[in-house]
């Protein structure tokens, strides 16, 4: 089974961008449909983004689209969120989770694998 470490979080102005990255580890990568999910407090998990396995076919949350991007280095064993004009109700933790095969549920439930979690703070 695959471990999944996210890193790059941080504390960051309104407008600002940040990247988050996935290191996986301890599985094939490949073979994982990688998702970015985001919880702030007294809030639910909510969807953010998801990618299929080979790369090619991408789909976000409503909240994000147009200013997040969603990547993956397969070679690498790496998954990446790169987010732009940052806006306050962005702050949350935010996870990546790995799902066997493919998967277009934006549900959680649907994801096996999940990382600790990098905490991204915007302040206005």
């Known amino acids: 089974q695959v471990q999944l470490v996210e890193s790059g979080g941080g504390l960051v102005q309104a407008g600002d961008s940040l990247r988050l990255s996935c290191a996986a580890s301890?599985?094939?990568?490949?073979?994982?449909?990688m998702g970015w999910f985001r919880q702030a407090p007294g809030k639910e998990r909510e969807f953010v983004a998801r990618?299929?396995?080979?790369?090619?076919?991408?789909y976000y949350g409503e909240s994000v689209k147009g200013r997040f991007t969603i990547t993956r280095d397969n070679a690498k064993n790496t998954g990446y969120l790169q987010m732009n004009s940052l806006k306050p109700e962005d702050t949350a933790v935010y996870y990546c989770?790995?799902?066997?095969?493919?998967?277009?549920?934006?549900?959680?439930?649907?994801?096996?694998?999940w990382g600790q979690g990098t905490q991204v703070t915007v302040s206005s």
């Open positions: 989770a790995a799902g066997q095969g493919s998967v277009f549920s934006t549900s959680y439930s649907m994801y096996a694998y």
């Open positions: 301890g599985g094939t990568f490949s073979i994982y449909t």
């Open positions: 990618i299929m396995r080979s790369g090619g076919s991408t």
